[in-house]
């Protein structure tokens, strides 16, 4: 059963951390903070480094995501950043959204003529894909989320928070502020699969992570629940808690067997999806964990949070 070992762990921005990816391989990262930066990061020899530093992000950065020598950074100024890793740093395409009208940001399918993102539309009440070459990336579909329920009652916020692509890049998932939970299939066009959404949830959905088979569904909810979907059969397949406050992200392994949680109880947890059951709880933040995430050949973790730390684990 894995478990996970702190290896290093340095304060890695002036302000809290909110958003970590990993670089192919398990030698650099990112972390994106509320002091308006990302940092790349080396984790070679098990020791942080930090080799670089993007700036203008501005108020803040909510997510990040990688492909290949690229990332796209998500501010709260609603400016979406696709800007390179490798060699050259530069930001290649910038998108400008309205303000409050867009907030997580990932990566679809990318080649070398081609570049797809998936932007959670904040107060659209949308997730919105876009796609492009050497030009900016152009509105490619903007999918509604599903109508609430009870027409006439209350109007909820249905501010969509994040947005994530199946491995297989054929399903795009969205969560939002009530709770709301959707899924659409790319391949007939952005056909929602589900009708009502994914039911369960009732509160903030902050973070979505497929697993390996793009079969079944992660969530991080404030109702301090992670559930666990079958996304095409549309059933909650079980539900995970064990966190004592809100969980803020969801990552899973990239052999599926394990996922990891952070929430702002300061702890991190790991899990095991064969038994449903919790394998770890981890201590080493003081504050809110932001974020969570596994590097491509799973053997090592990290965390970030508003203690301003980064902490990086081997997954053995």
């Known amino acids: 059963m894995p478990r996970a070992t702190t290896l290093a762990k340095t304060g890695a921005h002036e302000e809290g951390v909110w958003a970590v990816a990993w670089l192919p391989g398990a030698h650099s990262?990112?972390?994106?903070?509320?002091?308006?930066?990302?940092?790349?990061?080396?984790?070679?020899?098990?020791?942080?480094?930090?080799?670089?530093?993007?700036?203008?992000?501005?108020?803040?950065?909510?997510?990040?995501?990688?492909?290949?020598?690229?990332?796209?950074?998500?501010?709260?100024?609603?400016?979406?950043r696709v800007f390179g890793v490798d060699g050259d740093k530069s930001v290649k395409h910038i998108i400008e959204r309205q303000p409050t009208e867009s907030w997580g940001a990932a990566f679809g399918t990318v080649t070398e003529s081609s570049t797809q993102l998936a932007v959670a539309g904040g107060s659209k009440g949308q997730a919105l894909t876009y796609r492009g070459s050497e030009e900016e990336p152009g509105l490619e579909l903007a999918l509604d989320l599903p109508a609430p329920e009870g027409a006439g009652g209350a109007k909820k916020e249905r501010f969509v928070l994040c947005v994530a692509f199946s491995p297989d890049k054929r399903l795009l998932a969205a969560g939002a502020m009530d709770g709301t939970v959707a899924v659409w299939d790319l391949g007939s066009g952005g056909q929602l699969l589900h009708m009502a959404g994914l039911k369960g949830h009732h509160k903030p959905v902050r973070k979505l992570a497929f697993t390996p088979d793009s079969k079944l569904l992660l969530t991080a909810c404030d109702d301090m629940h992670t559930n666990l979907y079958d996304v095409h059969q549309g059933a909650l397949v079980d539900s995970f808690s064990g966190?004592?406050?809100?969980?803020?992200?969801?990552?899973?392994?990239?052999?599926?067997?394990?996922?990891?949680?952070?929430?702002?109880?300061?702890?991190?947890?790991?899990?095991?999806?064969?038994?449903?059951?919790?394998?770890?709880?981890?201590?080493?933040?003081?504050?809110q964990v932001w974020g969570v995430a596994f590097s491509s050949d799973g053997t090592r973790l990290a965390s970030v949070g508003d203690d301003k730390q980064l902490v990086l684990y081997s997954v053995a």
Not at 47 to 76: N, P, R
């Open 29 to 80: 990262l990112l972390t994106g903070s509320v002091d308006e930066s990302v940092k790349l990061w080396s984790a070679a020899d098990d020791k942080l480094a930090c080799g670089h530093t993007y700036t203008g992000q501005a108020l803040g950065v909510i997510s990040l995501d990688v492909s290949g020598g690229h990332a796209v950074s998500s501010s709260i100024d609603s400016t979406i």
């Open 243 to 287: 966190h004592e406050s809100w969980v803020l992200d969801v990552a899973v392994h990239p052999e599926g067997g394990v996922f990891a949680t952070a929430s702002s109880d300061a702890k991190v947890q790991l899990w095991e999806l064969s038994s449903r059951s919790l394998v770890q709880t981890i201590g080493e933040h003081s504050d």
